[in-house]
């Protein structure tokens, strides 16, 4: 009977997997074929992501480490890094969709078998139909496959930190079961390597393991071994302090760099004076921004949901809806103190952290309505109200991280960034270097749109006016990429050459002009 069992599961399994993997791969070659083939580079940071992985080993000056940088986490970098080496994939952003896709078929596993667990120790039902809408409720929404199918962090840091609470919540229930802890902090260690908002979590898996530590009747070299284990989910955190402080001076340097952390940007666009110190404002927009891409049916099922939760027997249940939510609480705290944006658009990729708490919210509305009816009609009925608004979303342009993406892909110096690295695709004969005057976010979108290889190109950014190639290009670059509109972290740097344009034009000369960039060769 349990082997029946444990092979009806793993069917299940793979059937929530493949039909992930397939919906995604049908999503992804559509946008691409039928609408329009940068679809899945709309996002500056699709574009940034890429570049960074393949900087790793395609770069002209100090690959490999030295490429980690600051700011971003650099483990999704490491995951995408295979990809963006086929050339191909890096210039459609496919590069994404291979690491990502899978990602969000193996978060709608772990999903799903958190809520098959809570079934094991509770009064309720929940029937194999409810898990696996929770599963694919989370895949198919348009707002979440979209950032499945991209090179953003957002799908590899839930996988990590779904699969963490899933482990998490067998330990706690299970205490005497380490490999169970031992797998949630190395899941935890990789979430809080890919994204900060998890790094709350390894904190409260600690407090967790010492109250274990103190409550539980068991053998002190178990309790020891238990806070061992939960300490090791710090190792990533310790790894990036230390990185930053040994490469910057600064351990926090993630935190305060000019141009390229958050708090610069929050600090540097409008969207702080709205939210800061502002609960109010805070509550509204991220409220408004939820009910845009979840729909008022699927929030209200897990509001219903949320009461037959607190309802419930199920041991452990508060522990594990702490745990699903401190990643979502985290958002709404760095909207509060200042160093986090959001509009009822912009960032709304950061609602996705909301939606395994959700998922399992949902499950225990299906699970009661399971024990009200039996009828298969009634509860085939909920099961599709549960999905019309987010099937019919794209119809109504209301998918908002792709509106998000498209915000910043649709401005002109964009548009004309990506003209001017078709053109300098046309043009280059493989012969010599390209200084690119331009700011890294539109150097990348050319660089990526050129096809050409990374180490071709001599970046010049506000951090670069050491390089000799700087005060004298034509010595070093054959090729120079110049725009008249840079991006903020080149501004001083570009200027500096704008205002001696009668100097560049003695040693090269204009091959491909549009209103924002030029494209110059030697003469």
């Given at each position: 009977m349990l082997q029946a069992t444990v092979t009806r599961e793993n069917k299940y399994v793979l059937a929530i997997f493949l039909a992930v993997v397939a919906i995604g791969l049908v999503t992804a070659t559509i946008l691409y074929l039928a609408v329009d083939k940068y679809y899945l580079l709309y996002y500056w940071d699709a574009i940034s992501h890429q570049v960074a992985a393949r900087k790793l080993v395609d770069w002209g000056e100090n690959p490999g480490l030295g490429q980690i940088g600051t700011v971003w986490m650099p483990l999704p970098h490491f995951l995408l890094l295979p990809f963006t080496?086929?050339?191909s994939l890096f210039a459609t952003g496919f590069a994404g969709t291979?690491?990502?896709?899978?990602?969000l078929a193996l978060t709608s596993v772990f999903l799903y078998k958190i809520v098959r667990a809570l079934k094991i120790r509770s009064g309720l039902v929940f029937p194999a139909y409810a898990a696996v809408t929770g599963a694919m409720l989370y895949a198919t929404n348009?707002?979440?496959?979209?950032?499945?199918?991209?090179?953003?962090?957002?799908?590899?840091?839930?996988?990590f930190f779904v699969a963490s609470a899933y482990y998490f919540y067998n330990w706690h229930q299970r205490g005497n079961r380490l490999r169970d802890l031992l797998l949630c902090s190395i899941f935890l260690s990789f979430a809080t390597l890919c994204r900060y908002e998890a790094w709350f979590l390894p904190i409260f898996l600690?407090?967790?393991?010492?109250?274990f530590a103190v409550k539980k009747d068991v053998r002190n070299q178990q309790k020891i071994l238990s806070m061992g284990i939960a300490i090791l989910s710090l190792s990533s955190i310790v790894f990036w302090l230390t990185w930053n402080q040994y490469h910057y001076g600064d351990p926090f340097e993630f935190s305060n760099a000019e141009y390229y952390s958050a708090s610069w940007y929050a600090e540097n666009r409008p969207f702080r004076e709205l939210l800061f110190l502002q609960p109010t404002n805070v509550l509204s927009v991220y409220g408004v921004t939820a009910l845009t891409m979840y729909g008022p049916v699927l929030l209200a099922a897990g509001a219903v949901g949320y009461h037959v939760f607190r309802k419930s027997s199920i041991d452990g249940k508060k522990i594990l809806l702490i745990f699903l939510a401190l990643p979502p609480l985290f958002t709404i705290a760095s909207l509060l103190i200042g160093i986090g944006e959001m509009s009822y658009w912009f960032n709304s990729r950061f609602m996705v952290l909301l939606s395994p708490l959700l998922v399992v919210m949902v499950c225990f509305f299906m699970a009661k309505l399971s024990t009200?009816?039996?009828?298969?009609?009634i509860l085939s009925s909920a099961v599709a109200a549960l999905f019309v608004y987010q099937l019919f979303t794209p119809a109504f342009s209301a998918v908002i991280t792709v509106n998000d993406a498209y915000g910043g892909y649709s401005v002109k110096e964009n548009l004309l960034a990506i003209q001017t690295g078709e053109a300098l695709k046309s043009l280059y004969d493989g012969d010599g270097k390209i200084m690119i005057l331009t700011g890294s976010g539109l150097e990348q979108r050319i660089m990526v749109t050129s096809g050409i290889a990374l180490r071709n190109f001599d970046e010049i950014i506000e951090h670069s006016t050491w390089k000799a190639s700087f005060r004298e290009p034509w010595s070093y670059d054959r090729w120079m990429v110049i725009t008249n509109h840079p991006g903020s972290d080149a501004i001083s740097t570009t200027?500096?050459?704008?205002?001696?344009?009668?100097?560049?034009?003695?040693?090269?000369?204009?091959?491909?002009?549009?209103?924002?960039?030029?494209?110059m060769v030697l003469r």
């Open positions: 080496l086929v050339d291979a690491l990502s896709l899978p990602c348009p707002n979440i496959l979209y950032l499945g199918i991209t090179s953003m962090t957002e799908a590899p840091f839930m996988l600690i407090l967790v393991a010492i109250a009200v009816t039996r009828n298969r009609i200027q500096y050459w704008l205002d001696r344009e009668n100097e560049l034009d003695t040693h090269y000369e204009v091959v491909y002009q549009n209103e924002y960039y030029r494209i």
